[in-house]
């Protein structure tokens, strides 16, 4: 009936894995969890204890295929109708996580998002950034989420019927630098999939360091501006692409590019501080989608 799927890259998956046991045991339903190495270098020994859990199929890519790949492989191998699609470094929040799922999967509800929280505990200075970040932009409560449900959708807690998936699959011809998500929920509005977003989250405990946070941003900034190129997604799809789409309508693209070289020192030091502001990183990322901008146009 169930089908756990959880792409893995260097991070230590046994106590998610263990947590996800110890509650589907007492739902009494046909389950597998399938984790999916995408050839990590990290946590390799720590992962071997996969192979020893009961109902948990655990393999081991020899190469790298990325994000989009490999949950389209996972459910390509899955053997039941239900797919609870599960980032490698999260945690459910409450114990009865797996039970609020199970009522959905009797209905004609296709795609549902459990949503994700953020730890309270302030993390350290280097990982503040995405700390806020998240707790202020992605730890949505579902009623807000469902007000826009499709751009809402994040994929690291999802349940998708497998007769949606095959109609619905993540793009595996976009470059492996992130928003593959936000094709995936475009392509589901696209064909008029709806999503339903429940109060079922889970923690997400993957919080980069700075320079991690920032080199992750601007690659999603360029799949970003690919998606849209290649008239993928619409500009009026995400609040940024809007806003560089009046910027090109102004014609202060290039304006915008050149305040975001010479302020750039000054968003680092607030980006980096203990008190960092999302406004200020909003500004730098509109910068910097900005910049690759005018870096397109200059290129022969």
Not at 63 to 73: C, P
Not at 126 to 142: S, T
Not at 176 to 186: A, I, V
Not at 265 to 289: C, E, H, I, Q
Request: glycine residues 2%.
């Amino acid at each position: 009936m169930l089908s756990i799927l959880i792409p893995i890259y260097n991070f230590n998956t046994v106590p998610l894995v263990k947590a996800l046991l110890e509650q589907i045991e007492s739902a009494k339903i046909p389950y597998e969890i399938f984790c999916l190495n995408d050839a990590s270098t990290a946590y390799l020994e720590e992962n071997r204890l996969l192979f020893e859990f009961p109902h948990v199929r655990y393999e081991i890519l020899e190469n790298n295929i990325g994000r989009s790949k490999i949950r389209n492989l996972l459910a390509q191998k899955a053997h039941y109708d239900w797919l609870l699609f599960l980032d490698a470094d999260v945690m459910p929040v409450h114990a009865n996580f797996i039970n609020h799922y199970l009522p959905l999967l009797n209905n004609d509800i296709k795609v549902v998002s459990g949503g994700i929280l953020y730890v309270d505990e302030k993390p350290e200075q280097d990982r503040l950034l995405r700390w806020v970040y998240g707790r202020k932009r992605e730890a949505l409560p579902y009623e807000l989420r469902n007000k826009n449900p499709h751009l809402s959708l994040l994929t690291l807690n999802f349940l998708i019927h497998q007769s949606v998936f095959k109609k619905v699959s993540f793009n595996e011809t976009i470059p492996n630098l992130r928003h593959e998500d936000t094709l995936f929920s475009y392509n589901l509005m696209q064909q008029r999939v709806p999503v339903t977003h429940i109060d079922n989250p889970v923690y997400h405990l993957g919080l980069d360091r700075f320079e991690n946070a920032m080199q992750k941003e601007h690659e999603s900034l360029l799949a970003l501006k690919n998606l849209i190129d290649q008239q993928l997604i619409p500009a009026e799809y995400t609040k940024i692409s809007r806003t560089l789409d009046s910027l090109r309508k102004w014609k202060l693209v290039a304006f915008i590019a050149f305040l975001q070289k010479q302020l750039r020192p000054l968003f680092d030091k607030n980006l980096r501080s203990t008190n960092p502001s999302l406004f200020v990183f909003d500004l730098y990322r509109l910068g910097y989608l900005c910049q690759l901008e005018t870096n397109h146009n200059s290129n022969p």
